[in-house]
């Protein structure tokens, strides 16, 4: 069986690195561990203004990926404002079905946990654990969809924003 090939990224590209956000590759370079070589992207995640090596061979296993392109950002946009079904009311099963698809990191399931949690917080209160998955998923999104589509943060949070009370 061959091994699919890992996608490469260039120095001084944007990706998104699920549940961190949108990082930058600052650097990709050799270190010897274990008395192996290995190959690092050294990425710059501006939200936490924190610095990551991750393995070039262990990107995709980690869901390492490019930004979405503008088509997708805009999907993930309109998305937020359809029809949903609504979600347990078990806090704790929405909780890990949330925690799982930010783990996915797509942006449409970002996009997802986003909506889901805006309507049911308007339902009842989220709990604190969930209120920190909501305020995260929202970062996410509104980082990678600010990038994609070449607009301020804060424009698209006020986009985002519309879109859910619509």
Same mark, same amino acid.
């Given at each position: 069986?061959?091994?699919? *090939?890992?996608t490469? #990224?260039?120095v001084?590209?944007?990706?998104?690195?699920p549940?961190?956000?949108?990082?930058?590759?600052?650097? &990709?370079q050799?270190?010897?561990? *274990? $008395?192996?070589?290995?190959?690092?992207?050294t990425? #710059?995640?501006?939200f936490?203004?924190?610095?990551?090596?991750v393995?070039?061979?262990?990107?995709?296993e980690?869901?390492i990926? +490019?930004?979405?392109? *503008?088509?997708?950002?805009?999907?993930a946009?309109?998305?937020?404002?359809?029809e #949903?079904?609504?979600?347990?009311?078990d806090? *704790?099963?929405? @909780?890990q079905? !949330?925690?799982?698809?930010?783990?996915k990191?797509?942006?449409? $399931?970002?996009? /997802?946990?986003?909506?889901?949690? @805006?309507?049911?917080?308007k339902?009842?209160?989220?709990?604190?654990?969930? %209120?920190k998955?909501?305020?995260? +998923?929202? !970062?996410?999104?509104?980082?990678?969809? /600010?990038? /994609?589509?070449?607009?301020?943060?804060?424009?698209i949070a006020?986009? &985002?924003?519309? %879109?859910?009370e619509?």
């Open positions: 069986m061959s091994k699919a *090939k890992a490469t #990224y260039s001084g590209q944007r990706i998104v690195y549940s961190q956000g949108v990082g930058k590759i600052s650097a &990709i050799e270190k010897v561990f *274990k $008395d192996t070589k290995i190959l690092y992207y990425i #710059y995640l501006e936490s203004d924190m610095t990551v090596m393995p070039v061979d262990k990107a995709d980690l869901g990926r +490019a930004i979405v392109d *503008k088509k997708e950002a805009e999907r946009l309109a998305f937020i404002s359809e #949903y079904a609504p979600i347990p009311s806090w *704790k099963l929405r @909780y079905m !949330n925690l799982d698809l930010l783990k990191g797509s942006v449409m $399931d970002i996009a /997802s946990v986003v909506r889901s949690l @805006y309507h049911r917080s339902i009842k209160e989220l709990p604190i654990l969930e %209120r998955l909501y305020d995260s +998923a929202l !970062n996410l999104l509104q980082d990678e969809v /600010s990038f /994609s589509l070449g607009k301020s943060k804060e424009t006020e986009l &985002i924003r519309q %879109r859910l619509s």
